[in-house]
């Protein structure tokens, strides 16, 4: 990354249908959009071939996986190979028989893959069921390296956890990025709903302020019903941000419209706080260890 830079970065948040080839083209459209605009770099919201299939346990749901390269790498790297644009995009990936991952793919400019990340954390709750169908990632929390900059790509449940973020920025990531699906349960108050929303916010705000970087955070929106009728089904807040390293908002989108946006980010300014605000100097490393520990008893 030159110094002095400023990085344009587009997010698409869009509600999906079942057709995968609808909501491929979709995407291109407004992918191309947000070119046209200005963005370099491109990121996608969670799962975005698809509907949010973890609402239900069902076998069938495993034949919308794809390898990785295949299909989809193919047609994300000919959108970004035309445009000229960096993609973060994700899929649900099919390593091996019985092996699936939920996979963030990072396509170059030049269609080329730059890398991808296994998803690392895998909820399991009520019309969440993503432990039925994605294997916890072996790739680790390893930044991925663009002609735009170092990518710290994860992918949701991920965003909760401050050590991941800690992990890439401490591998020189330039930049936090999180495509996310999540929604509202339909029968909680209002007034929860909204402190969830806005917990999901600031916790990712404070991953920037932690670490001096910018976050990216795209999610979906609209409504999708629970095939099973088990729930209500999930309405996706959307409220897709970029926050700077301050945890300043330069952009948020709105709760239940789609939405296409370029953001300027001055990458620049990462470097300026970490001189002010020095906390990688000042982690007090050989006191850390037990953060290995799933839990700590009180002595």
């Known amino acids: 990354m030159q110094k002095n830079s400023r990085m344009k970065v587009g997010i698409i948040q869009i509600s999906c249908t079942e057709s995968v080839a609808e909501n491929k083209k979709k995407l ?39 390898p990785i390269p295949g299909p989809s790498t193919d047609f994300y790297g000919d959108l970004a190979r035309r445009l000229e644009v960096v ?35 895998i909820p399991d709750d009520p019309a969440y069921y993503e432990k039925f169908y994605f294997t916890p990632g072996d790739l680790g929390f390893q ?5 735009v900059g170092t990518l710290g790509v ?49 916790v990712q705000r ?40 301050q945890g300043e908002l330069l952009f948020r989108a709105p709760i239940n419209e789609e939405s296409v946006a370029v953001v300027d980010i001055d990458m620049q300014r990462s470097e300026n706080v970490r001189r002010w605000w020095p906390f990688l100097r000042d982690r007090r490393i050989e006191a850390f260890n037990g953060l290995t520990q799933r839990y700590l008893a009180v002595k």
């Open 28 to 66: 291109a459209e407004k992918v191309t959009e947000a070119a046209r605009q200005g963005a370099q770099l491109v990121v996608l919201q969670e799962l975005h071939n698809n509907l949010y299939f973890c609402q239900t346990e069902d076998v069938e749901r495993f034949n919308l996986a794809e």
């Open 206 to 245: 404070g991953h920037a302020v932690a670490n001096g970087l910018p976050v990216i955070a795209v999610n979906r929106t609209g409504y999708e019903p629970d095939p099973s009728g088990q729930t209500n089904g999930i309405q996706f807040w959307g409220s897709s941000f970029v926050c700077g390293p």
């Open 143 to 147: 930044p991925i390296h663009t002609s």
């Open 87 to 121: 993609i973060v995009t994700s899929l649900f990936e099919r390593r091996a028989p019985g092996l699936y991952h939920n996979t963030a793919v990072v396509i170059e400019r030049d269609g080329s893959i730059a890398g991808k990340y296994h998803k690392m954390h």
């Open 154 to 202: 994860q992918v949701c449940w991920d965003q909760w956890y401050p050590e991941g973020a800690r992990l890439m920025a401490l591998q020189g990531a330039e930049i936090l990025i999180y495509p996310t699906a999540i929604g509202y349960e339909s029968t909680d108050t209002q007034e929860e709903q909204e402190r969830q929303r806005e917990a999901w916010t600031t």
